[in-house]
C-alpha cells in the first residue's frame, strides 16, 4: 500500500516539475520577443533625426501588440505588479513619438531591454518554484 503513496508523490512532483517549465519557457519566450524586438527598433533608429517615420511607428505598434497579447497570459504566472513597468515604458515610447523626443525614446528602450534582461535572468524553474 505505501508503494501507491510513493508512487502517487512522484506523479505530483512531475506535474509541478512540468507547470513550473512551462511557466518559464512561456515568460521567458514572451520576453526575448519583446527585447528583440527593442533591439531591431534601435537598429532602425540608428542615426535618425525623427521618429516620425512610418517604419519606427509600426514597429512600436507592433511591440505594443505583441506585449498585450504577451502580458494577457503572464499575468497568470507572473506578480502583474512587476511586469507593469514595462507597459508604462511601451506607452511613453508612443508619447515619445508624438513629441519627437530621440532622447528619451531611446531611454525607454534601455529601460524595457533592461528590465527584460534582468527578469530573464531571476525568472526560471527550480525546486523553490515547486515547493
Known sequence: MKIFHYINFFFIFLFLVAICIVEEVLVSSSLESVQNQCYNIESVIAGKDSLKETQIVLMVDNLEYDWVENESKL???????SIKELSYEISHLK?????????????????????????????????????
Request: glycine residues 2%.
Open 75 to 81: 499575468c497568470y504566472l507572473v506578480n502583474h505588479i
Open 95 to 131: 508619447s515619445c513619438i508624438s513629441t519627437d523626443n530621440i532622447e528619451d525614446f531611446k531611454e525607454s528602450l534601455d529601460s524595457i531591454r533592461m528590465y527584460c534582461h534582468n527578469y530573464l535572468h531571476f525568472m526560471g524553474a527550480n525546486v523553490h518554484n515547486i515547493l
